[in-house]
């Protein structure tokens, strides 16, 4: 199993249903740290490869072309999660991150909110959520005269909350009068929500935050953390059985699956 990196709290679900369905079943499960860059993906997933697993399970669609072919060539099982793709390697579970960037984006709208931000990460995936949620808002016509644009600060992934905190204040130099930001990450989302107690700021009165991945604490922050949840226990579990099926010689139930997402609401939006 690959990820891109093991400090990422939103693939925790994912971990332990793959780790609890494969062991159940007399698997043992290997985890390697992939990194964001293709490069470093290529070497880990070749040495992955030498080793003759009984199936590749990765926390993203894979990009690189030598990548992908080598995974096609190998005859291994190989899964892509997390996100979705027209041409999956094999199989694949995930959904799609743009809608999840446009379901935000006409969320704020329905609110009144009239002048979002973004704090994204500087990964793929993030920013086809952040680019999907301005393209939105942009054609929504919901923008205050004046920006065109969705003001935006790029942060460094995997983000943390110290990022979330130093995000919000250089967004609100940009445009002092931000009603809602659309954060990469819950926990970017949490450091936007101390930032705002330090500096006064009401959420959601004067700042509306939503974040994503509904990490464990998102519930019990204060206030409660509006956000996007993906389950990511089924897709961990569907992911064992896709792999364990093809270890045994069976064919693939549902081999090309997008399991959706919600928007979970709750006080800070």
């Given at each position: 199993?690959?990820?891109?990196?093991?400090?990422?709290a939103?693939?925790?679900e994912?971990?332990?249903a793959l780790?609890k369905?494969?062991g159940?079943?007399?698997?043992?499960?290997?985890?390697?740290?992939?990194?964001?860059?293709?490069?470093d993906?290529?070497v880990?997933?070749?040495n992955v490869?030498r080793?003759r697993?009984?199936g590749?399970?990765?926390?993203r669609v894979?990009?690189?072309?030598?990548?992908?072919?080598?995974l096609?060539?190998?005859?291994?099982?190989?899964?892509?999660t997390?996100?979705t793709t027209?041409e999956p390697?094999d199989?694949?579970?995930g959904?799609?991150?743009?809608?999840?960037g446009?379901?935000?984006a006409?969320?704020l709208?329905?609110?009144g909110?009239?002048?979002?931000?973004?704090i994204i990460?500087?990964?793929?995936?993030a920013?086809?959520?952040?680019?999907?949620?301005?393209a939105a808002l942009?054609?929504?016509?919901?923008?205050r005269?004046?920006?065109?644009q969705?003001?935006?600060?790029?942060?460094?992934?995997p983000a943390?909350?110290g990022?979330g905190?130093?995000?919000?204040?250089?967004?609100?130099?940009?445009?002092?009068?931000?009603?809602?930001?659309?954060?990469?990450t819950?926990m970017?989302?949490?450091?936007v929500?101390?930032?705002?107690q330090q500096?006064?700021?009401?959420?959601?009165?004067?700042l509306?935050?939503?974040?994503?991945?509904?990490?464990?604490?998102?519930p019990?922050?204060?206030?409660?953390?509006t956000t996007?949840?993906?389950?990511?226990?089924?897709i961990?579990?569907?992911?064992?059985?896709?792999?364990?099926r093809r270890?045994?010689g069976?064919?693939p139930i549902?081999p090309?699956?997008?399991?959706?997402?919600?928007?979970v609401?709750?006080d800070?939006?």
């Amino acid at each position: 199993v690959l990820v891109p990196t093991l400090s990422g709290a939103v693939f925790a679900e994912t971990l332990e249903a793959l780790h609890k369905t494969l062991g159940r079943n007399g698997y043992l499960m290997m985890l390697g740290e992939s990194g964001y860059q293709d490069a470093d993906e290529e070497v880990l997933i070749e040495n992955v490869i030498r080793r003759r697993p009984d199936g590749i399970v990765l926390t993203r669609v894979v990009t690189s072309p030598t990548a992908r072919e080598r995974l096609r060539a190998s005859g291994i099982a190989v899964v892509e999660t997390w996100d979705t793709t027209a041409e999956p390697i094999d199989m694949l579970i995930g959904f799609s991150h743009a809608d999840v960037g446009r379901t935000v984006a006409r969320y704020l709208q329905s609110l009144g909110r009239r002048q979002p931000g973004l704090i994204i990460g500087n990964d793929p995936r993030a920013t086809r959520r952040g680019q999907a949620f301005s393209a939105a808002l942009e054609g929504l016509h919901v923008l205050r005269p004046g920006f065109e644009q969705v003001p935006t600060v790029r942060v460094p992934a995997p983000a943390s909350l110290g990022a979330g905190r130093q995000g919000i204040g250089e967004l609100l130099k940009q445009c002092p009068n931000l009603d809602a930001v659309f954060c990469s990450t819950d926990m970017v989302a949490l450091g936007v929500l101390i930032e705002c107690q330090q500096r006064g700021i009401r959420v959601p009165e004067d700042l509306a935050v939503v974040g994503f991945g509904d990490l464990a604490m998102a519930p019990h922050s204060a206030p409660s953390l509006t956000t996007v949840r993906i389950d990511g226990t089924q897709i961990g579990q569907r992911a064992a059985h896709l792999v364990m099926r093809r270890a045994e010689g069976l064919p693939p139930i549902e081999p090309v699956l997008d399991i959706g997402f919600s928007l979970v609401r709750r006080d800070s939006a």
